[in-house]
């Protein structure tokens, strides 16, 4: 169910920049924003006043949303042994239709409550995940992994492939999915596979989500074996594009990024998963300076371990600043385009904005909390001063998902009740 809305002389940020005014909706679709000034027929407001903040919901563009049930099975380990040792043993064992739905909406709500109303996922039996984001009331732009051996879903590479392409016509006017190609990356997925993904990508204009360049291993693995660094061999392939998603991109050198901004490359940047796998820190203060589109990501829960996004684009400043010793790189306001408008150019539709005609994808947060008052620099506050615990509401596509709190659209205890069985076979397992 839809509401009409009507924030009346409030504190706006419309994914670009920040300003006082009012925004009506109506149904799924923002219908008026105005600056400094009342709207006259818009009707009894939903909220008013200085304190109240309203945004686009936040775009996470990076994740494996069922992979919340494996928060914290495998810590204090390099991704070779986290992902070979760890992660596919569990994955072989656990992977299901109902464990993508269960854990994956069990994501989904931790999302929404942090303000999160669109996210890109790389996993398997995605059209779970598609049904539980509908469900819950969340954007979803999903991705069947592929790799070169038979998948989790029962799928060779091509059936794989093949499905993609189903994926993307059945869902090409869906207001909540959007199908992506995701090979898993270039050292998991063959240069044929990525070719005919990339064929899919072009045919239905949808993004090309893939890790690149993640650890310093993989980056002269890759050299040692082709001769060239990644995104140099990615271009003569003729794979970049401006749908291209580039998960993580820490081992990419000065040329290389060149290469992303000619290219219209957007990088999905996960400072805590590259943190805490030790792979390294992203260049993203020298990506920004040359021209790359940048968006901050959270990753899966195994490796990071929580989705909150706006949690994620606070630290990616800090480290940024700190790395290079140089407080005037990412600021705020442009960190809040990360997580918003930046993420949206490579999905498009409107995502990360709040625009006349685009979508009620809409964040309104208390901006008179403890934690956030007094308010000298709004971006500097929801960025350095904000939880998920200041979070009014949340709408997406005009649908109320969460209020105070609480998601508004599933039964919880009976979604953690599920996600508590699953979770003890794991840890039986462990
Ligand atoms: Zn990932």
């Not at 240069?191 to 990508?201: F, R, S």
């Not at 407080?327 to 990360?352: D, H, I």
Request: proline letters at 5%; hydrophobic letters at 45%.
């Amino acid at each position: 169910m839809t509401t009409k809305l009507y924030f009346k002389e409030v504190t706006i940020f419309d994914g670009a920049e920040f300003f006082r005014g009012s925004l009506t909706t109506d149904g799924a679709t923002v219908t008026r924003i105005v600056r400094s000034g009342e709207i006259p027929d818009g009707g009894n407001p939903t909220a008013t006043g200085e304190a109240v903040l309203v945004m686009p919901g936040m775009v996470n563009l990076h994740t494996h949303v069922p992979m919340t049930l494996f928060k914290g099975v495998a810590e204090d380990l390099p991704l070779k042994d986290w992902l070979e040792k760890r992660i596919f043993p569990l994955e072989a064992q656990f992977i299901s239709r109902e464990m993508c739905r269960i854990a994956g909406q069990w994501g989904m709500a931790e999302m929404l409550l942090a303000g999160v109303t669109a996210f890109a996922d790389m996993y398997f039996f995605e059209e779970e995940v598609a049904a539980a984001a509908k469900e819950i009331g969340i954007k979803a732009a999903i991705g069947e992994g592929v790799i070169n051996f038979p998948a989790p879903n029962g799928l060779n590479p091509d059936e794989t492939i093949a499905y993609t392409a189903e994926l993307a016509e059945k869902y090409k006017d869906d207001p909540w999915i959007f199908p992506c190609c995701a090979p898993h990356s270039p050292y998991l997925t063959d240069e044929k596979y990525l070719l005919a993904l990339a064929d899919i990508a072009r045919k239905y204009r949808i993004p090309f989500h893939i890790h690149m360049a993640e650890t310093r291993h993989e980056q002269e693995a890759y050299l040692k074996q082709l001769g060239k660094r990644e995104f140099v061999r990615f271009d003569e392939l003729g794979l970049l594009s401006e749908r291209f998603i580039a998960a993580h991109s820490v081992w990419v050198d000065e040329r290389e990024m060149d290469i992303m901004a000619t290219r219209g490359v957007t990088v999905a940047h996960c400072p805590s998963s590259n943190l805490k796998l030790g792979s390294g820190i992203a260049p993203v203060a020298e990506m920004l300076r040359l021209g790359v589109n940048v968006a901050v990501a959270t990753d899966g829960s195994a490796s990071n371990n929580n989705l909150d996004v706006l949690k994620e684009a606070q630290l990616a400043a800090k480290v940024q600043k700190g790395t290079a010793h140089d407080p005037t790189v990412l600021p705020a306001g442009e960190v809040l385009k990360m997580v918003t408008s930046n993420p949206g150019k490579v999905l498009g539709r409107s995502f990360g904005r709040l625009t006349e005609g685009g979508g009620a994808d809409i964040v309104q947060v208390h901006f008179g909390s403890c934690g956030i008052a007094p308010v000298h620099d709004p971006a500097a506050a929801l960025l350095y001063a904000s939880s998920p615990a200041d979070i009014a509401a949340v709408w997406v596509n005009g649908r109320k998902t969460v209020e105070e709190g609480r998601i508004l659209t599933v039964d919880m205890t009976a979604l953690k009740k599920e996600i508590d069985r699953l979770s003890a076979a794991v840890r039986r397992a462990l």
